[in-house]
Every structure is written in C-alpha cells, then in structure tokens.
C-alpha cells in the first residue's frame, strides 16, 4: 500500500515524489509532504517543537500513511519520550509493540569515552540499518544528530561520517527526519544543512509581549514549489496544527442562499431574507449596545434550523453567557445540551495571536459548525498588532468561506473613534455590516441599528430603533422630526404629542363645523328677511301702480265729458296743456 | 588465559550464552578480586581500523596486564543487538568491563597514553 501511495506520488506535478507527513497543514505548504525518501532538516531554538515534529511524523506515517519509523533518540530515553507525547495521544508502547515504530537511544557521555585514535560511526549505522531492518522502516528520526558533537571531539572525523550518514539513508530509500538546533547566523548550529541540503524547516518560538507563538517555515525544498511565508503553528491534543493555507485564494464558491438573522425585521431590512450563506458579517458598536445579543440571536436561529454553532467568545465564559441570554428569551445553553452549538471561550491574552485564530481553525475543523459566531474579534487587537490581526483573519475568513461557513464577528469600537478604523480594519472583509449606535439624548441612551453595507442584495438605509425585550430583539422605526431621528422616551413624547395634536384638530373641526352652520342658518334667516322687505316693497309699488292707473283712467274720462261738453277738440294723449292739472291732481 | 585474545575478531562474540545475572554477578566479583581486567572490543568487520585497534590492544595488553586480562573481540555485524545494549555508536570501541569504573574507548589504540589512562592502568 505504502508502494502504491510512493508510486503515485512519483509522479506528482510537483516533480519529486513527495512523501505525507500527516502533521495538518504542513502537506499543504509543502505542496504534498517532504521529499521521499531524502533526508529533511528541520531546525530550531530549544523547545520550539522539534522532537514533537519528528515523532508526529513517525507515528501518522506508521497509522495513516503504513509506513512504520524508526526513532534515534540522542537526548531523550525511550521511556521519557513516550511519556512526552502521550499528551499529544500518541501511544508509543502500542506502535513498538505492533511493530510499526522502534525506538533507538543513543547515549553518549563525552566523559565516558576516551578517543584513542581513528574511529568511524559505523556502529551507529550497524545498529539504525538493523532498526530499519527488523521493522521495514520506510522513515526515520534523527533527535537530535548534533549531540554527537558533543560527545565526541573529533569533529573531522564526525563530519566525513554524518556525510557517509546522509548519503547511506538516501541509498536506503528511507524519508528521514533530522532535527537540530539553530545556530546563532547559521541555520543550524553545526551546520548541518551543508550535508542535509534537499528540505530544511525552521521552526520558531517567539515571545512578543509575554505571549509566546510558534513558526514553522520552510526554507527550502530542492525539486519542489513551496510556500516561503512563516506559517504559525499550535501544538495541541492532537499534535502539530498549521494554519491550512489551501484556502489562500478568493476563488470559492459563493452561495445564493438566505439564512435568516433571526430578527424578523432585520431580515427585511436585508432584502427581506437575511444574510447570504458562506458570508461574513460584522458588527460594531460602543459598549453595551448589544452586540452580544444580536450574536446570540443569529446564533439561536441557525440552531432552530438544526445546524452547528460554534460560538467564540473572549469577553464571558459560557454559563454567563447562557444566563445573560435567557434574560432576553434566547435559550442557548438547551442548544449546548443538544450538541448544536458550543462555546469556546477564554481571555485573549491567554495565548498569542495565532494560537487562538488556530484553535479556531482546529475547532472549525473538528466541530464542522455551519455558522460561527466571534464575540469579539476587536480583543484580538490586545494579543497583536492590527497588520497581524487582519493577516491571520482574512486568512480565517477565507478558511470559513470556503467552507461555506458563515462568520458572524461583532468588534467593539470607542465611542469618538471613527468606526472605519477601530473596526480592526477589517470591514473590507465583510460582506454585510451592521452598526449598532448608542444615542444619548435629553439624559438617556437609545440603541440604534442600520446596515452600512451588505453586500449583493438591497437593503434598507434607515435606522431601527433596537430594542431588548424579554422576548429578543426588536426593531422599531424610528420617527423624525425636524430632520432629528427620535428615539426612546423622545420617541414617545412625540408620539404623545402628536396624538394631542389629532385629538385637538379633531376639536377644531367641530368648532369650525359648529361655526359654518350658524353662518349659514345666519344668512337663510337674512335671506328671507331682504326677501320679505322686497316683497313688500312689490307689493306696495303694484298697489300704487294700480291706484294711479285707475286715478288716470278715472281723470280722462272726466276731460272727455267736459270737452263734449264744450265741442272741444279731442284730447291728445299727453297734451301738455293739461299735465299741469294732472301732476296737480295728482298731489 | 591469554590465549583467549588470540583468535580473530572473527570469534563468534563472547562465546558464552547469556548467564544468569548472579552468577555473572559472582563471576565478576571473583575476578575483581583477582585484579583482573575484562576487555571488550567490537569491531565492524575487518577494516584497517580493526586491524590495527586488535594489534595495538594487544600489545598494550601484554605489555602492562598480562597474565590478568580477559579481551573478547565481538564484530558487531554479526551482532547488531549488542550495539544498542552496550551504547557503541563507534568502532572500534573498547569497553572496560572490570575493574570498574566501566569505561569506553574508542578509535585504534594508536594513542598509547590515552589508551593507559583510559584503562585506568596510569593516572594523569
């Protein structure tokens, strides 16, 4: 089996045929594994991991890979490393008894052992080529080869044989390991990577700000494309865990589908359906503006839909967490029963940077949670600088979205810093944004909450006044007046205000109602009495009209009688000669 | 006694079968007493470093204990488990045995004084 894993690897794209080392993270960067069958060197200061590398390497070779190791341990005795890296749940008597992993120590005490003359190593090669022998080794480990200068002064002599050591391992096909210490301006401090030139890794602890993290590099690989960066590494339960740099690009896969923010309301305002899945979603504010409660939210609504929740959370540990939640109606802690979410938390400064952006690969990977909620990622800053912090979590970000992972952070800003640069700098990351406010006015602090960005779908632009209740989170729109948004007890004054306003217009309706009428009753009654005066008015000028026709009628008839009387001419209708008498008849 | 140097380092190792460990135990004390030395040489094969480790040794030997040595010559080819119990790394290795302290040589023998005073046979 292990033939067919080499024969395939021999022809790799990569050239040399590559051999698995089975530590997380390290096949990756190594473009498959280390050079099979050469001698790999790895360096580094006193406890940065070197014997853990070795032996990680033996032991998933011997369990995942077939391929069983021998161990030449120059410092440690069997017993003692066994005991080493059983925390790491490597059970050493259980591989030496099934055969797959042999350890060898060489003891060499330079006070022991008087140098009379010339000498080789061949005892050393005798007692590793039967080590390999007994078991079919197919990789070794050479912990720590260094310590022959130490206990042997011939360095002439030491040199020409560790020459003839690394070219015999070669012709005995077998993938070796050797770990040495680093020197001061020299990879190794006895230069080793002058015979061990195929693949050489540094591996480095460093202390900055009373926070320790560990680097692996590989510096170089003859044959074989490889990563140059400094890759940070943990060293956890389950052995070494490097930051997995598959995910390196942009080029994942995107989902169209919705998952709901668990705030009905907020979900409209995101275009009615929520955040994208496989999306990253931020959330600021000033303290106690709710970030946490928005967090959980989410949180309880991907564990309503049944998928796993991991939950970060470097602020509070987990029961103060649940207890906290229950206060506004959100159970968590049932869901932490039932295995769909869990919480890890822990201070930030209880380990660097890296470690914690690691553990939350390691979790994420072991976990396979579908949402994950940091809570908050701002801490980070406490434990690294702000280049580091954006490195490390674009390079998680990336990690999650290819996974289809949807990463919830909330960041803490400053009140009075501008939130485009307390955001950690890492808006530019995110794909949906929402900014929580905390607004103080006539002697109290509302919450506010609007989306700044989201990207890919339309959203609203208007502030929501937030509100906590015993039953989660609720939105409420916000009134303005006068170009102020109006929120908390202003928004009820108003509200009030403006209901006395109805109620007083509704008065004035009446009123001016009530008014209208009388005017109009006022101008019916005035109306009849004009016509009332005009009719009597008409009627007085019809009885005048009638009198004086009849009075004309009457007085004609007379002056016809008279002039027949006379033999006068007859009368003229309107002769003037007797208008007088008429007009003086008239009076 | 001395015959016993005499063959090769081709002798199949010490030529006894692992003895009991109190026995070997009183093996040794009877030998303490005597004041007698008991050397092992290994070997890896027949190089001239061998060579010459097994000529010098020898005369040193007859030289400054005679009458009072015990040398095995063992190639460790043939006995690759006896590298990793007695700790050689090196060859030719000298182990002296008895008197103790045990102590290890290394190299040819060439270095006459070194070889004494790891043999405890001089002092500084």
Known sequence: MADKKAGKARFSRAGIPKCPSGIRGLDEITGGGLPRGRPTLVAGSAGCGKTLFAMEFLVRGALEHGEPGVFVAFE??????????????FDLADLAARKKLLVDYVSIERTEIQETGEYDLEGLFIRLGHAIDSIGAKRVVLDTIESLFAGLSNEAILRSELRRLFRWLKGKGVT?????????????????????????????????????????????????????????????????????????????????????????????????????????ILVTGTPGTGKTSVASTFADAACRRGERCLYTAFEEGPEQIFRNMRSIGIDLGAWAAKGLLRVHAGRPTVAGLETHILTMHRLSDEFKPKVVVIDPISNLTEVGNQVDVKAMLSRLIDHFKSNGVTAFFSSLVTRGV????????????????????????SGEHNRGLFILKSRGMAHSNQIREFLLTDRGIDLLDVPVSSGEVLM???????????????????????????????????????????????????????????????????????????????????????????????????? | MVEKHTPSFIRKGSGKKKADTTEQFEKAVSRLAEGKYVLRLYVAGMTPNSARAIANLKKICEEHLAGRYDLNVIDVYRKPTLAKGEQIIAAPTLIKKLPLPMRKLIGDMSDEGKVLIGLDIRTR
């Not at chain 1, 440690?76 to 749940?89: F, I, K, Y």
Request: contains cysteine; hydrophobic residues 35%; glycine residues 10%.
């Open chain 1, 418 to 441: 501008n939130e485009e640069t307390s955001g950690v700098g890492i808006s530019s990351l995110m794909d949906t944004w929402l900014q929580l406010e905390d607004l103080e006015k």
């Open chain 1, 488 to 587: 908390g007890s202003a928004r009820v004054a108003m509200e009030r205000r403006e209901m006395e306003e109805d109620r007083q217009g509704r008065v004035e309706i009446d009123r001016k109602k009530r008014l209208f009428e009388l005017k109009r009753r006022e101008k019916v009654a005035r109306v009849d009495s004009i016509e009332t005066g005009f009719l009597a008015e008409a009627e007085d000028f019809k009885e005048y009209l009638r009198t004086e026709t009849n009075r004309q009628e009457a007085a004609r008839k007379t002056r016809g009688a008279l002039g027949r009387a006379r033999k006068a001419d007859p009368v003229r209708a309107g002769g003037n000669a007797k208008k007088p008498a008429v007009s003086r008849g008239r009076r």
């Open chain 1, 76 to 89: 440690e005795n069997a017993r003692d490393l066994a005991q080493n890296v059983a925390s790491l749940g």
């Open chain 1, 176 to 280: 070796a390991v050797i770990t040495a210490e680093r020197g001061e301006s020299t990879i190794t401090r006895h230069g080793l990577e002058e015979y061990v030139a195929d693949c050489v890794i540094m591996l480095d602890h460093r202390v900055t700000e009373q926070v320790s993290t560990r680097r692996a590099r590989v510096v170089k690989y003859r044959g074989s494309r490889h990563e140059t960066n400094e890759f940070p590494f943990l060293i956890g339960d389950h052995g070494i865990f490097l930051v997995p740099v598959t995910s390196m690009g942009l080029d994942y896969e995107v989902s169209t589908t919705r998952i709901s923010t668990g705030i009905p309301r907020l979900d409209t305002m995101l275009g009615g359906k929520g955040y994208y899945r496989g999306s990253s």
